[in-house]
Structures are given as C-alpha cells and as structure tokens.
C-alpha cells in the first residue's frame, strides 16, 4: 500500500524552456507472498512495481525536494528530425524533511538529432544519473530509486532491468550510479516505412567510486519503423557484443545473446 502525494509548480520561461520544483511525501508498506519456484519468472514485474525481488517488500516514508529543468529545441516531439532536448533532475529525500531514506540525486536526459538529407536523421542520446546515500549507507535509497538499464528504450541488445549490479546469485539489483550513450540512424525506406541501425554503450555501478569504463556494456543492432499520428510503431532486435558474466535471466543462466523489441514511440 502506497499513501502520499505530490505537489508540483511549473514555470514556462519561453516556449522552449520551463522549471518545475516539487513536493513529494509517500509512505509504502507493501508486502508480497510468492511461491519461491515462481519468483524467478515475476523478477522483473516486481521491479517494476518498485519492489526489491530479494525481499518481496517495499517500506518506509520517502520524502523528498525535487528540481527540473528543461530546454528543447526539436521540431516534432513524436519523431523529432533536428534540434536539441536537454533534461535536468536533482532531488533530495530526507534531511529537512521526515523520511526513512536519505539521499542526493542528479541525472541528465540529453538528446541530438541531425538531418542528412531528407530522407536520414543521427540521432543520439547521452544518459547521466548519481545518487549519494547519506553517510556512503546504501540503505538510505529506497529499491524503487535504484537504476537499471536495458530494455527497448536504453541498452536494446538486453532485456529490461537486465544491465545493473548482481547479486550472488547472478539476479540484477540495480545501482546508484549510471552510464548510458545511445546513437542510431533513422532512414526512410518507403513511405511511412523506416528503417534504424543503432549501438548502445553503457552500464550501472553500485556507487560513483565504482564506476569503470572498462566495465561499459555494448550491443548493435537493427529495427523497423512504421509512422502513425501517435509515433512510429517500433520493431528492434539488439545484439550483445559484450554480455554480462553471471547474469541470470527467469531464474536461468543468460545464454541468449540477443533481445527483440516492440513498442510504440522512437527509442528516444
């Protein structure tokens, strides 16, 4: 159960640029008993509900300061052509406020699209996220902040909250801190029919003092684009170069390499 809620104030200083500032305070108390044959096979759906799979629990009161900024430049939000889109996050949970948890967080969406010709678009997206624990205690974020990668809008060659530290047992926990480069080639073939190639690069850290380039996880890849009112309906198929050691998936070691998805929207 999940009581709280959340006050936002947002101020347009152009038609391209805004800040928000934000109120959040929420108490969660959730508990969920499952079968341990069947955890293996709901891991991710309950990393998705903000629950840590390793406990099957989620509780305590976080409350938290938040910041946004944001400044855009492109000509189509749905499938943008050229121009810039920049994002700013910085939160504090805890200190002058009540809470359980207690944290610093930063992260940065930054997005470039150029054209080449009429008929190609590059475009590219760069990933940053930190969050300090009070005191270097990794207690102090709650499960549901922790980041993860993968999946059909960041590294596309695995699948979602597949790319983050592991547990003894080769299951994915999520880290404090993340990495993340994306860039593809976005061609018209015929039509409203388009086709991407794509490579992605990067990875999740337990903390800043852990972070190792040479740990970057990358995957090529492929996919297919078919635009409607709504935004391009998205077919990719991601290829691992480098996989992960130790990585389970449905309870299972990793031995595909690959990872197909399907979605509505550009990846980015």
Do not use: C
């Amino acid at each position: 159960m999940i009581t709280g809620g959340k006050v936002l104030l947002t101020q347009d200083i152009s038609s391209r640029t805004s800040w928000t500032v934000s109120l959040a305070s929420a108490q969660t108390s959730t508990f969920i008993l499952i079968p341990p044959s069947q955890q293996p096979a709901l891991y991710v759906d309950l990393i998705a509900l903000g629950l840590d799979p390793t406990t099957l629990s989620q509780q305590g009161l976080l409350s938290a300061i938040g910041a946004d900024w944001q400044r855009t430049t492109t000509d189509n939000p749905l499938n943008a052509r050229h121009g810039y889109q920049i994002g700013v996050h910085a939160e504090q949970a805890g200190r002058v406020l009540p809470s359980t948890f207690n944290y610093f967080a930063l992260s940065t969406d930054a997005r470039y699209f150029a054209p080449i010709g009429k008929n190609l678009v590059i475009a590219n997206r760069l990933l940053l996220g930190n969050i300090r624990a009070a005191g270097n205690n990794l207690a102090e974020v709650p499960f549901s902040k922790k980041y993860f990668l993968g999946g059909a809008t960041s590294l596309r060659g695995w699948g979602r909250y597949e790319v983050s530290p592991l547990s003894s047992t080769g299951l994915p926990i999520g880290g404090n801190t993340m990495f993340s480069f994306s860039t593809e080639g976005r061609a018209v073939l015929k039509g409203k029919l388009g086709g991407v190639l794509f490579a992605d690069a990067g990875n999740v850290w337990t903390d800043l003092q852990a972070v190792k380039f040479g740990q970057l996880r990358y995957d090529v890849g492929v996919g297919l684009r078919y635009s409607t009112p709504v935004g391009p309906i998205r077919l990719d198929w991601g290829y691992q170069l480098n996989p992960i050691p130790g990585l389970q998936v449905n309870g299972q070691p990793q031995t595909r390499q690959w990872r197909l998805h399907f979605s509505i929207g550009q990846a980015y």
